[in-house]
């Protein structure tokens, strides 16, 4: 392409004209006449909002927690979790108030003794496990009080069987020690069991007969596991047995009871956790 430049010189200002075959010319100096007209209409219409704020409406779980001669568990510690767990403790009565619950199905424990004091002689108390529903602002009371089981003290198993001596009559837990996983900590002490009678009106539309509690309370069970135990006086000839689960409701029946001799056999059973054993008519 043959290009032809024009050069002139004046005091002030310079010209150059350039062209190319048939090509527009661009004389410097001629003032830019082009205008961005490109607007940025991109605004931020993000109006996503957080329907999880807090509503700032929550509940509360009351009631009391005893020990077996019926005065209050003064201390006891208690725990209240659904997502999150909460951390109480029963004044000098037994009386026991925790507020700013969210919405949630939530167990409660009454945590009695769990130090290796009893592991040498004498018996210990165990843990109690209900279930409480906050649903709004809703004040929940627990329709009966929560009485810590006697429980025997802490034996390794041995063997396939082992014998648990309790006030409430012996217990006896066909097991090996690969039944059960105990949770966190529990590990150092062994096991204890120990026989409720009568129980508390604890679970909505069952009126259970008798208990078994067990500790390290709520291990993992792996495999099926039977347990006998003493008969308290007008002890009815069979039961159907449920288990306390992770949230305080029963699970069940898992099994049956059956009277034989001086003691109800129950067999070859597996709940999800080894907690108490709820015997019902």
């Known amino acids: 392409m043959r290009v032809l430049c024009l050069l002139f010189l004046a005091p002030l200002t310079a010209l150059v004209a350039c062209s190319d075959d048939g090509a527009s010319v661009d004389t410097a100096g001629e003032a830019d006449t082009d205008t961005d007209t490109d607007t940025d209409t991109d605004a931020d219409t993000d ?26 568990a003064d201390g006891t510690n208690l725990q209240f979790c659904d997502t999150l767990c909460f951390n109480g403790e029963a004044e000098a009565d037994g009386y026991f108030f925790q507020d700013e619950l969210e919405d949630g199905s939530y167990k409660v424990d009454a945590i009695g003794e769990i130090d290796a004091s009893n592991k040498v002689s004498g018996t210990g108390l165990g843990h109690v ?22 429980v025997s003290s802490w034996a390794e198993l041995s063997g396939s069987s082992t014998t648990f001596t309790s006030p409430g009559g012996d217990v006896t837990l066909t097991a090996s020690a ?9 590990d150092s002490y062994g096991y204890a069991a120990g026989v409720v009678s009568p129980v508390p009106a604890y679970w909505e539309g069952y009126e259970a007969a008798i208990a078994v509690a067990f500790l390290p309370f709520a291990a993992t069970v792996n495999e099926s596991f039977s347990v006998s135990f003493t008969a308290p006086a007008g002890a009815a000839p069979s039961y159907d047995v ?10 069940g029946p ?25 015997l019902v008519e």
């Open 242 to 251: 449920y288990s306390i689960d992770d949230k305080g409701k029963l699970e």
């Open 129 to 150: 496990r209900v279930h409480a529903t906050i649903d709004g602002a809703n004040a929940y009371t627990m329709a009966e009080s929560m009485v810590l089981p006697e």
């Open 178 to 186: 690969s039944s059960f996983t105990p949770g966190f900590g529990w």
């Open 47 to 72: 109006t996503d909002s957080d329907t999880d704020a807090d509503t700032g409406v929550y509940g509360s779980i009351e009631g009391y927690v005893l020990n077996p001669d019926g005065t209050g």
């Open 254 to 278: 898992v099994g049956t009871a059956a009277l034989t001799g001086p003691d109800l056999v129950i067999a070859d059973i597996e709940p999800s956790l080894l907690s108490w054993l709820v």
